[in-house]
DNA sequence: CATCTATTAATAATTGTTCTCTTTTTATTT
DNA sequence: AAATAAAAAGAGAACAATTATTAATAGATG
């Protein structure tokens, strides 16, 4: 059994064991963002989707992502484009957008200190606030709208 | 002359200084801005001037924004919520959101390490972005929230 | 297999924002 | 103090992303 299959039997278990019936759509969404590196958003997933399932809607993959939300298999970016980008890759890592093209990368291999549990803590007893996550964007302009 | 109507004459200065004309309506959004500290989006400015402004409408203040948002006199803020936030505040601080009301705060006197020169300079050598500017959002529950 | 219920697709409605057009205001020049 | 040209304001339509509604369909369960 490929490595690939293997992993979208493991969705299955998670979607399983919440109660959320596995369905080809969902599959198919969580696929397309497992296998992408460019942080879709719900049109680039739905023409991504077009070939294979011409009858999906957008409406569907609206509902799809958030139920992928709420089970914790995705999280959600907003660089404040427009419309919301998704990412399979749900650890807390930075990310880099283009404010000319909108186009959004992840930042590998950048020691970016903040953020660990003492921070955390400092954090809860300045503000009040109960923490639970946390996003850091850089913007700028990208290699390829360098002309 | 009072302190504040001498930050105003400043502002003043700025707009004209960039040739942008300086009107009632501008003072008015910029001066909430400066005298509010809960990140206003466009509604909540626009239901704020109401009563002294009764003929302002929604569309001079999205313009507004966009104005003072390009001479650098204010910046915005997008937590994710469907509408965007502004700030008076300029420089480059954290901000807190409330995932249950909305609601916006600054995180003050906490040392949020990231963000030197240098590592825009790493980020920039291992990206090929240029960078102009970050946002470091946490999210959580409020303590109004915490019923 | 039969039933029950969650999910889908299609469509309409909503919401934040932008655009277009006309009128008014501002800054500048008589 | 007019007159003038340019910029901005106001009203409302238009737009795009998202959400809600509804009727049909497909998984799950016994
Ligand atoms: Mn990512
Ligand atoms: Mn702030
Ligand atoms: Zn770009
Ligand atoms: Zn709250």
Not at 48 to 56: D, G, I, R, S, V
Request: a positive charge; charged letters at 25%.
């Amino acid at each position: 059994m490929l490595k690939e299959e293997l992993k979208m039997k493991n969705i299955e278990q998670v979607l399983r064991s919440k109660k959320i019936k596995v369905t080809p759509q969902r599959m198919a969404v969580y696929s397309v963002l497992k296998n992408s590196t460019n942080h879709p958003n719900v049109d680039m997933i739905y023409k991504k989707l077009k070939p294979e399932y011409p009858a999906m809607s957008l409406a569907t993959i609206y509902k799809t992502v958030e139920v992928l939300k709420q089970v914790g298999l995705i999280q959600e970016l907003n660089t404040g484009e427009g419309s919301i980008r998704y990412d399979a890759n749900t650890s807390n890592h930075p990310h880099i957008a283009c404010i000319e093209c909108g186009r959004v990368d992840d930042i590998h291999d950048v020691n970016i200190p903040p953020c660990g549990g003492e921070l955390k803590t400092e954090i809860e007893e300045k503000t009040g606030y109960t923490v639970q996550k946390q996003q850091l964007y850089f913007f700028g302009i990208c290699p390829d709208c360098h002309k």
